[in-house]
């Protein structure tokens, strides 16, 4: 049987496990997925074992950058990004993807998120927000803006953002992520400011179904999702990745319509 698991630090909140368990129904495969929770300061010391235990590893919050000099190889799509989230293990050779950058793409495509010739602003300054930049880019924004509580040089501060804004909106913090679903990156005063001037609003976030952010910009309408097909094809993409076979957007468009997550 082939083993798989998400590494993190805190993962009750996860759907990867169904996710990946649909997948193996779909393609008749004998395997196994679960999930690992790896306190902080622990994965160095442990990754060297799993990586001869498992056949493949997703990688979330906070290790997608630490786990990057661990590995033997690293894809150099994944190296541009700067973040890993995905790892086929070998014989005990590991090998780094990142398969957000094409999750992200294809959910704003699904949602009717243009971006081409717009100017974008990234909330959150980690892994997905990497890669959310990445794909931005790829699809043609006229310029990606990152925007942090402490912006360095180039950067925008939340302070700066309803003044400056128009275009497409993401956000990549954990801000209004389940249990504490009211919350929300951003102030009613500044969505009210924004929202008029937003040509789409993407959240990162999977659970809840529907944020505040998003749930404001329909309201609105603006054009807006969340997080979960995202995360579903991502998975579909790294399971190509594992069994060494293209399984293509179909797969996603048919998780979403059999999974009955919350």
Not at 21 to 44: C, H, M, S
Not at 113 to 136: E, W
Request: charged share 20%.
């Amino acid at each position: 049987m082939r083993r798989y698991a998400l590494l993190g630090e805190r993962l009750g909140h996860s759907y990867s496990v169904p996710i990946h368990q649909a997948i193996f129904r779909v393609l008749g495969l004998q395997a196994d997925y679960r999930l690992l929770e790896i306190p902080r300061g622990e994965l160095g010391a442990r990754f060297p074992a799993l990586c001869r235990e498992l056949d493949g590893m997703n990688v979330t919050i906070p290790y997608k950058e630490e786990v990057m000099p661990l590995l033997d190889g690293v894809d150099d799509f994944a190296r541009q990004v700067g973040a890993v989230n995905t790892v086929l293990c070998r014989e005990g050779v590991s090998r780094g993807y990142n398969t957000d950058v094409a999750g992200f793409m294809a959910m704003l495509e699904r949602y009717g998120i243009p971006v081409a010739g717009h100017p974008a602003y990234v909330l959150g300054t980690g892994g997905a927000s990497q890669a959310a930049r990445t794909a931005l880019k790829a699809l043609g924004a006229a310029s990606v803006t990152l925007v942090s509580r402490k912006p360095e040089p180039g950067e925008l501060g939340y302070g700066e953002l309803a003044e400056r804004f128009s275009g497409v909106l993401v956000n990549c913090t954990p801000v209004g992520m389940y249990p504490h679903g009211e919350g929300c990156p951003l102030t009613g005063e500044q969505l009210r400011v924004m929202l008029p001037r937003a040509c789409g609003v993407a959240d990162m976030i999977y659970n809840p179904a529907e944020t505040c952010l998003t749930r404001a910009a329909r309201e609105a309408g603006v054009p807006a999702c969340t997080g979960l097909y995202m995360l579903i094809h991502q998975a579909v993409e790294a399971e190509s990745i594992w069994q060494g076979q293209s399984l293509g957007r179909a797969l996603t468009d048919q998780l979403m319509k059999e999974l009955k997550l919350p």
